[in-house]
């Protein structure tokens, strides 16, 4: 049997990349989802696609919310609640998530709020206005959208990206918590936590417009100065060059990955159907929990971490359902 035919699933974060191919891949499957974006235009784009690629009876409704304010969560719950008719949810996708903040020392203390508000913050306040109806749903699912920076807390030597990491520190840390806890309080609902590599999203460039910032291309040089910092603009570079270079960036971190959105989705969603709490996508995901697991002093020793990579390939993980009471 199809384990997402005739329910009813929320997805935050699903006017691009990973969050949208989940909406899709839902729909597809025979679920009805409510998805929302801070980009309104996104959201509803999302649902057209979704819709048309649903079997009859499934509806797809798109949304505008910020899920870094709980006021705004609260209304697009009761806002997907009255257009499809439900008094519950049976499967919420946490997936919104941006960067930026990343450093503490260095970065605007805005940027770093900002960031943590939506990749943390967001998570909570699902939580907390979609665990009742998940609840009432009898058979519910909650699904958080961690990182590998949530257990590796940086992108690499002279790379800090502190606010991010901080939030998916935290995002793993409650999800592993809900595991005794909802098994205690509220069996009828069990929680799963998404660790995703790098996948080709738009998450940089998203990331950028949440700051306030508009496209490379309309960049003034102190805004692009602003974004990059000193250390990391390319010696001798014009501020045309850099447009450029972040022009091709943005779309290389998008195209050039080694997981799609879509095959992320896949992985999240059958991940899901198997009852596992712990979802790595990617394999730089595996490799890099390996390492961290198999010696977690060395974590922030890139060197020694390097050398045991390159000693031993890591096993292949098995699935990891929810472990019994």
């Given at each position: 049997m199809n384990f997402f035919a005739g329910k009813l699933a929320v997805v935050t974060g699903g006017g691009s990349g990973m969050g949208r191919e989940l909406v899709i891949q839902l729909a597809v499957a025979g679920c009805s989802v409510a998805t929302c974006d801070?980009?309104?235009?996104?959201?509803?784009?999302?649902?057209?696609?979704?819709?048309?690629?649903?079997?009859?009876?499934?509806?797809?409704?798109?949304?505008?919310c910020d899920v870094s304010d709980e006021a705004q969560v609260?209304?697009?719950?009761?806002?997907?609640?009255?257009?499809?008719?439900?008094?519950?949810?049976?499967?919420?996708?946490?997936?919104?998530?941006?960067?930026?903040?990343?450093?503490?020392?260095?970065?605007?203390?805005?940027?770093?709020?900002?960031?943590?508000?939506?990749?943390?913050?967001?998570?909570?306040?699902?939580?907390?206005?979609?665990?009742?109806?998940?609840?009432?749903?009898?058979?519910?699912?909650?699904?958080?959208?961690?990182?590998?920076?949530?257990?590796?807390?940086?992108?690499?030597?002279?790379?800090?990206n502190n606010a991010y990491c901080a939030a998916k520190f935290a995002v793993k840390g409650f999800s592993e918590a809900l595991i005794e806890d909802l098994r205690t309080h509220a069996p009828q609902v069990r929680v799963a936590v998404v660790m995703p590599g790098h996948i080709g999203t738009d998450i940089v460039a998203n990331s950028r417009r949440a700051r306030g910032l508009p496209e490379p291309e309309l960049m003034t040089e102190t805004e692009l100065r602003d974004l990059i910092p000193a250390r990391m603009w390319p010696e001798g570079a014009s501020a045309d060059q850099v447009r450029q270079l972040l022009v091709r960036s943005n779309a290389d971190f998008r195209d050039k990955a080694p997981v799609t959105a879509a095959q992320a989705a896949t992985i999240i969603l059958d991940g899901?159907?198997?009852?596992?709490?712990?979802?790595?996508?990617?394999?730089?995901?595996?490799?890099?929990?390996?390492?961290?697991?198999?010696?977690?002093?060395?974590?922030?020793?890139?060197?020694?971490?390097?050398?045991?990579?390159a000693a031993q390939a890591p096993p292949a993980p098995e699935p990891e359902p929810a472990p019994e009471p």
């Amino acid at each position: 049997m199809n384990f997402f035919a005739g329910k009813l699933a929320v997805v935050t974060g699903g006017g691009s990349g990973m969050g949208r191919e989940l909406v899709i891949q839902l729909a597809v499957a025979g679920c009805s989802v409510a998805t929302c974006d801070v980009n309104a235009a996104s959201a509803a784009e999302t649902a057209v696609l979704a819709q048309a690629g649903g079997p009859g009876g499934v509806l797809v409704t798109g949304h505008t919310c910020d899920v870094s304010d709980e006021a705004q969560v609260l209304r697009f719950r009761d806002e997907l609640l009255a257009q499809h008719a439900s008094e519950h949810v049976d499967v919420v996708f946490s997936n919104a998530g941006i960067g930026g903040g990343e450093s503490f020392v260095t970065s605007r203390r805005e940027d770093w709020e900002r960031t943590f508000a939506t990749d943390w913050w967001g998570v909570y306040y699902c939580a907390r206005a979609f665990l009742p109806l998940l609840i009432a749903s009898g058979d519910g699912v909650l699904v958080n959208t961690s990182s590998v920076n949530g257990f590796w807390a940086t992108l690499g030597p002279g790379i800090p990206n502190n606010a991010y990491c901080a939030a998916k520190f935290a995002v793993k840390g409650f999800s592993e918590a809900l595991i005794e806890d909802l098994r205690t309080h509220a069996p009828q609902v069990r929680v799963a936590v998404v660790m995703p590599g790098h996948i080709g999203t738009d998450i940089v460039a998203n990331s950028r417009r949440a700051r306030g910032l508009p496209e490379p291309e309309l960049m003034t040089e102190t805004e692009l100065r602003d974004l990059i910092p000193a250390r990391m603009w390319p010696e001798g570079a014009s501020a045309d060059q850099v447009r450029q270079l972040l022009v091709r960036s943005n779309a290389d971190f998008r195209d050039k990955a080694p997981v799609t959105a879509a095959q992320a989705a896949t992985i999240i969603l059958d991940g899901v159907r198997s009852g596992a709490w712990r979802i790595l996508v990617g394999e730089d995901a595996k490799t890099l929990d390996w390492l961290v697991r198999a010696k977690p002093e060395a974590a922030y020793d890139y060197a020694e971490l390097g050398r045991m990579g390159a000693a031993q390939a890591p096993p292949a993980p098995e699935p990891e359902p929810a472990p019994e009471p």
